[in-house]
């Protein structure tokens, strides 16, 4: 089927009154049981499907040493806290041109800095919202994986 207008959409992300990121209730209803993989995958939707996407919410990346907007250090946060992007990736697109290989590591070319492609990515977080229906199709599909690995270690 394809997306229409017409089915149920799910908004993942959205600004609190401090302008805090944070998922929003229906994105945790459908996916918090995925625990740390619901942010994997909301980590995976703000760029290519890319492994190590996966960590742009991942507060224990690491320290930020080079954004002027965000704290020196993160500590591991739940679902349903303040979510930020972390600068690991902005860094790496503000330093590198378009044309720069491989293509996941590339920036536009610009000069724009660190702030200005965390501020894209955190837009962008706040702005996904997908057809229910993919939701709850991924969480399925992850927790059946999940139940074949852990028959296939009781097996073993």
Not at 24 to 51: I, N, Q, R, V
Not at 92 to 97: C, D, G, K, L
Not at 120 to 132: M, N, T
């Amino acid at each position: 089927m394809p997306v229409s207008r017409n089915e149920k959409w799910v908004q993942i992300a959205e600004l609190d009154e401090n302008d805090q990121i944070h998922f929003t209730p229906s994105y945790l209803e459908l996916m918090s049981e995925l625990g740390w993989e619901a942010k994997a995958f909301a980590g995976h939707l703000l760029g290519l499907w890319y492994d190590p996407f996966e960590h742009m919410l991942d507060y224990s990346s690491g320290e930020a040493r080079f954004s002027a907007d965000q704290p020196g250090h993160f500590e591991c946060n739940e679902l349903d806290k303040a979510q930020e992007v972390v600068e690991y990736w902005a860094k790496t697109w503000s330093e590198n041109s378009n044309g720069y290989e491989p293509a996941h590591k590339a920036g536009i070319g610009l000069e724009l800095g660190i702030d200005w492609y965390r501020d894209i990515l955190r837009a962008k977080l706040v702005s996904i919202c997908l057809p229910e229906r993919l939701l709850i199709a991924y969480r399925n599909a992850f927790k059946e994986k999940m139940h074949q690995i852990e028959q296939s270690a009781i097996e073993s």
